[in-house]
């Protein structure tokens, strides 16, 4: 079965603090792909980040960074120097490599305060 | 419009009441997902189409739930009898193929509250 789990119900931080957001994840499939999305007060889910599985290398994009860990099953995401427009809750989700079907995590919800 | 829409916005039933939701994806978009998110919880699959094929139901919680996109592009989802437990924010997401690294756009989501 696959699971992703967030453990990290709320995180509160200062305005340019650097803030990483855990995730891990089960699963059986071999080839599988990681996302990050944030859902604003408005609603829609907003894609931020994407990994696949044969890939560990992490990566930094704009504020963003993440750090994949196959060993650990885990892919946890940074934001670095936060902003208060970042303030939302943030998803991890997992894909099989059949289809896009998405699997979340309960999130976490992130307040950056001035 | 350019992103995913849905409506109603809000929809207040009462319980026992028939309601359908509506989905327009982005045009051209083969594939066509429908979520249910709980207060608090992510969102949980409930089922998905490429175009008018209705490929996966495993997440309907019921039979009172039905979804249906019978041009391939816009799409209903459909509760009948409303119960308290359906309430609920209901996504719609549309993506450009059904490949697994290919990301999903979201629209707003209908806010369902059966009283």
Do not use: M
């Not at chain 1, 599985?53 to 750090?67: C, K, L, M, P, T």
Request: charged content about 20%; glycine content about 8%; aromatic content about 12%.
């Amino acid at each position: 079965a696959q699971k992703v789990t967030q453990a990290q119900t709320e995180i509160s931080v200062v305005e340019k603090e650097d803030v990483t957001l855990d995730c891990v994840y089960e699963t059986r499939d071999t080839t599988y792909y990681l996302f990050w999305y944030k859902q604003p007060p408005s609603g829609e889910l907003v894609f931020l980040i994407r990994r696949n599985s044969f890939d560990e290398q992490n990566e930094i994009s704009g504020r963003y960074s993440w750090n994949f860990q196959k060993s650990t099953s885990s892919f946890n995401f940074t934001i670095t120097a936060s902003q208060v427009v970042d303030s939302a809750v943030y998803f991890c989700a997992l894909s099989g490599g059949a289809t896009n079907k998405l699997i979340f995590g309960t999130g976490t919800l992130l307040a950056v305060q001035p | 419009g350019a992103g995913v829409s849905q409506s109603p916005r809000y929809k207040v039933a009462k319980r026992g009441q028939d309601v359908a939701l509506r989905c327009d994806p982005i045009s051209g978009h083969v594939s066509l997902f429908w979520y249910q998110q709980a207060l608090g919880q992510g969102p949980e699959f409930l089922t998905y189409f490429q175009n008018e094929a209705q490929l996966d139901k495993s997440g309907l919680p019921s039979d009172r739930f039905f979804a249906e996109r019978p041009e391939g592009s816009v799409s209903t989802l459909k509760i009948q009898r409303t119960q308290q437990e359906d309430s609920a924010v209901y996504l719609c997401a549309s993506s450009p193929d059904l490949r697994g690294d290919t990301e999903a756009f979201f629209g707003q989501g209908t806010r369902l509250t059966v009283v």
